[in-house]
């Protein structure tokens, strides 16, 4: 019962948030007589999304869910509705992540909507290849030189030299 | 949305088909220096289609090439995977080991053996077995997984398996994973034969890839249903083991000199 009426109230929020947004347009901070909408972070990546906007907005739940059984149960790797594909597209500039602050892709509407999810527990939520770009994170970091020993170490001047010949 | 996608009524991945593929592509292979191939035969499939029972991936351990005191193995597959070695950990005893270093010897001859330990990928996973929600499974190309979606954290699996293979996450990791790995806490976690890699078609995964980098060569990894591959000709050609094979568990994981 609980649940029904947090799914109520959680899909008049989306219903809100999307008239909003339409009428707010990619306004940095929209608001609609002085409330405070949430924010969306235009994406770092892409014309459009893997689907129209408003489809995405009621639905990004759903295609989700679905494409993560398929994955990891089956092992299909297709691309349009994977999370680290959002993530590659919408982190944001200036976190490089989709939930490291609050006006971040993913925490804003949510936060606005009172959704939590726990996805972020487990996924990064940055961009793959950002962690190569910090390699002195702190779960790799003793890693620094044994990467560089390998980088060193994969092609020698004579595997070049073989390949030239 | 839901439909989910039918199961092809032939198999793509017919032994036949791909024995001839393979054949194929050696053939095509540009091959620059004797035992240097330019493209690489992998088991790539399309990414749109679901692993495959036609293959079993599995993995040989040649224990008389495993050196002592060597962990190339374990940091590779901790750097892969973006798991803190238990050197490293903040409480040791909890860490995880997706995979560790034994080092074992015979009392009466003081002989001593070096070996990893891992998930041994059993066709009849005990882990599977005792799951109460499903979580931990065996996929169709026999990688035995945790779906973390579905983890509850109970550690039965942990208590089931006969190899001390799993561990349980204890702490927040605060977005330090690899964003091709997700893991997280309350949600137990094993070797999972580099499935991100694998489903990438590398055909192979970061401890083999350091093994055979560091000379040793005492790891192969390959399609164990394959009479083609590798380490189907290795295991013809070799006299190797299962681990506990009193259960017959029918491992992924074979080892040489033990």
Same mark, same amino acid.
């Given at each position: ?165 | ?64 090439? =495993?050196?002592?005191? %060597?962990?190339? @193995? *374990? ?6 995977? &973006?798991? /803190?070695?238990?050197? #490293? ?97 309350? =949600?137990?976690?094993? %070797?999972?034969? @580099? *499935? ?6 590398? &055909?192979? /995964?970061?401890?083999? #890839? ?49």
């Amino acid at each position: 019962m609980a649940g029904k009426i947090k799914r109520l109230l959680a899909l008049g929020a989306v219903v809100l948030t999307t008239a909003a947004l339409a009428w707010a347009g990619s306004d940095d901070q929209p608001k609609a007589g002085g409330a405070p909408k949430p924010v969306i972070t235009k994406a770092a990546k892409g014309e459009q999304c893997v689907e129209p906007n408003d489809f995405m907005r009621r639905n990004h739940m759903k295609v989700l869910l679905h494409h993560r059984d398929e994955t990891v149960l089956e092992g299909i790797r297709t691309k349009k509705y994977s999370l680290k594909e959002c993530i590659n597209c919408h982190a944001s500039e200036k976190t490089g992540s989709v939930a490291a602050s609050k006006d971040d892709f993913c925490v804003s509407c949510h936060s606005y909507a009172a959704v939590k999810i726990d996805c972020f527990d487990c996924h990064s939520t940055k961009p793959q290849g950002s962690m190569a770009m910090h390699p002195l994170n702190a779960e790799t970091a003793h890693y620094a030189h044994k990467l560089a020993a390998q980088a060193d170490r994969k092609i020698s001047a004579e595997d070049m030299a073989g390949i030239a010949q | 949305m839901s439909d989910m996608k039918p199961m092809p009524e032939t198999s793509p991945n017919s032994p036949e088909r791909r024995r001839f593929i393979s054949a194929a592509t050696v053939a095509a292979g540009v091959t620059l220096v004797p035992g240097v191939m330019l493209i690489e035969v992998a088991h790539g499939r399309p990414e749109d289609q679901p692993a495959s029972s036609a293959v079993r991936w599995g993995m040989l351990v040649d224990a008389t090439k =495993c050196a002592a005191g %060597c962990d190339e @193995c *374990v940091s590779a597959c901790s750097t892969e995977n &973006g798991w /803190t070695p238990v050197a #490293e950990s903040k409480h040791p005893k909890q860490a995880p080991q997706w995979i560790r270093k034994l080092e074992l010897q015979d009392p009466l001859t003081q002989m001593e053996t070096n070996l990893p330990m891992m998930c041994q990928h059993c066709a009849e996973p005990p882990c599977v077995d005792v799951c109460p929600t499903g979580a931990s499974f065996k996929r169709a190309d026999g990688i035995v997984l945790v779906n973390r979606h579905t983890c509850i954290g109970c550690r039965y699996c942990m208590m089931a398996c006969p190899y001390k293979a799993r561990s349980l996450v204890h702490e927040p990791l605060n977005d330090t994973q690899k964003p091709d790995v997700p893991r997280g806490i309350g =949600c137990v976690e094993a %070797c999972t034969f @580099c *499935v991100q890699k694998v489903d990438r078609g590398d &055909g192979t /995964t970061a401890c083999v #890839e350091a093994c055979t980098a560091a000379g040793h060569n005492a790891l192969v990894f390959g399609d164990m249903n394959d009479p083609e591959s590798e380490i189907s000709r290795r295991l013809r050609e070799l006299p190797t083991k299962q681990v506990r094979a009193d259960l017959n568990l029918n491992l992924g994981v074979r080892y040489h000199g033990i």
